[in-house]
């Protein structure tokens, strides 16, 4: 569940309100191309635009309609009150696993961020997955503290931003880390440009979120990973420069995969939780010509 593809896909608005038959389609697209882990309620899942009851309601769909991929459900909240509230719903939906990353509106100490992780799996009777999401979160992890945590029960996984893009520098990046955390706890790339570079470096996972919308795009990627073909992995992402370029310029991801979503007929336009919005005008039309050159269907 921790290794190899975990596909993230959106969670599809239509006139304010989530998409159940959409999202549907996006986790059976994910399932029928085989990826090894679905990740619900991410940050490109929206969870922070989502209630309560959304959310228990996206888990129980992702579950019931991944088949025999595991599910990973995202917790995150502002208090761990509520953190522990959404626990409780994705276990009970059937999570296989959950994800957490320390949000705020003030500013968090790392001992509040480890308190965070020690109330929640002191609850948990499913792995968690640690989201080190800064860009996001305003809160840098250390080392030290992602050590700390790891130690923690039920802790398997580390999803860490970008990697360095220097393939050396990637590479003393991710073996620095796995000195201060146990083997059983793997390490998952996140930030998809850097992605290849990542698991060239050693990372176990890719929590992608090109995975989320097209599968089998990212899970080549990864199988070359998995077969020690870096040069292979290399070219296949290199090969998207283009996206990924896209999502320098918009941002971020969300924005873009949302728009591709779209344009692909997968989602309804608009498909984002309001205030935000998808590509427009000539950047949407930029986006369009990109997926047809680089054939992503």
Same mark, same amino acid.
């Given at each position: 569940?921790?290794?190899?593809?975990? #596909?993230? +896909?959106?969670?599809?608005?239509?006139?304010?309100?989530?998409?159940?038959? !959409? &999202?549907?389609?996006?986790?059976?697209? @994910?399932?029928?191309?085989?990826?090894?882990?679905?990740? #619900?309620?991410?940050?490109?899942?929206?969870?922070?635009? @989502? *209630?309560?009851?959304?959310?228990?309601?996206?888990?129980?769909? !992702?579950?019931?309609?991944?088949?025999?991929?595991?599910?990973?459900?995202?917790?995150?909240?502002?208090?761990?009150?509520?953190?522990?509230?959404?626990?409780?719903?994705?276990?009970?939906?059937?999570?296989?696993?959950?994800?957490?990353? +320390?949000?705020?509106?003030?500013?968090?100490?790392?001992?509040?961020? &480890?308190?965070?992780?020690?109330?929640?799996?002191?609850?948990?009777?499913?792995?968690?997955?640690?989201?080190?999401?800064?860009?996001?979160?305003?809160?840098? &992890?250390?080392?030290?503290?992602?050590?700390?945590?790891?130690?923690?029960?039920?802790?398997?996984?580390?999803?860490?931003?970008?990697?360095?893009?220097?393939?050396?520098? !990637?590479?003393?990046?991710?073996?620095?880390?796995? *000195?201060?955390?146990?083997?059983?706890?793997?390490?998952?790339?996140?930030g998809d440009p850097l992605a290849a570079t990542g698991m060239n470096a050693g990372c176990e996972a890719w929590y992608s979120v090109v995975g989320g919308l097209f599968p089998k795009t990212a899970l080549a990627i990864t199988r070359a990973s998995q077969a020690g073909n870096t040069q292979e992995v290399l070219r296949l992402s290199e090969r998207l420069n283009p996206l990924w370029a896209l999502f320098s310029q918009h941002g971020?991801?969300?924005?873009?995969?949302? *728009? !591709?979503?779209? $344009?692909?007929?997968?989602? #309804?336009?608009?498909? @984002? +939780?309001? +205030?935000?919005?998808?590509?427009?005008? #000539?950047?949407?039309?930029? @986006?369009?010509?990109?997926?047809?050159? $680089?054939?992503?269907?």
């Amino acid at each position: 569940m921790f290794s190899g593809l975990s #596909a993230f +896909p959106l969670t599809p608005m239509k006139h304010d309100v989530v998409d159940e038959m !959409a &999202f549907i389609r996006l986790i059976e697209r @994910l399932t029928d191309a085989g990826v090894d882990s679905i990740g #619900a309620l991410g940050s490109t899942g929206n969870y922070a635009y @989502l *209630t309560r009851e959304e959310r228990a309601r996206i888990a129980q769909l !992702a579950v019931k309609h991944a088949g025999d991929v595991p599910v990973i459900i995202g917790i995150s909240a502002l208090s761990t009150r509520e953190v522990l509230a959404l626990a409780e719903d994705a276990q009970e939906a059937g999570a296989s696993a959950v994800l957490l990353t +320390p949000m705020s509106y003030q500013k968090l100490s790392e001992d509040e961020v &480890f308190g965070l992780y020690e109330a929640v799996t002191r609850q948990l009777s499913v792995p968690l997955c640690v989201y080190d999401n800064p860009g996001t979160t305003h809160f840098e &992890f250390s080392d030290e503290l992602h050590g700390r945590i790891a130690q923690l029960p039920n802790v398997g996984s580390i999803k860490i931003p970008g990697v360095p893009a220097e393939p050396n520098a !990637a590479r003393v990046r991710v073996e620095r880390l796995r *000195t201060f955390i146990p083997s059983h706890v793997t390490i998952g790339v996140s930030g998809d440009p850097l992605a290849a570079t990542g698991m060239n470096a050693g990372c176990e996972a890719w929590y992608s979120v090109v995975g989320g919308l097209f599968p089998k795009t990212a899970l080549a990627i990864t199988r070359a990973s998995q077969a020690g073909n870096t040069q292979e992995v290399l070219r296949l992402s290199e090969r998207l420069n283009p996206l990924w370029a896209l999502f320098s310029q918009h941002g971020g991801s969300l924005r873009v995969v949302a *728009t !591709a979503a779209e $344009l692909k007929g997968l989602a #309804a336009s608009p498909c @984002l +939780p309001r +205030p935000l919005k998808a590509l427009e005008g #000539a950047d949407r039309q930029e @986006l369009a010509g990109q997926l047809h050159e $680089l054939q992503l269907t």
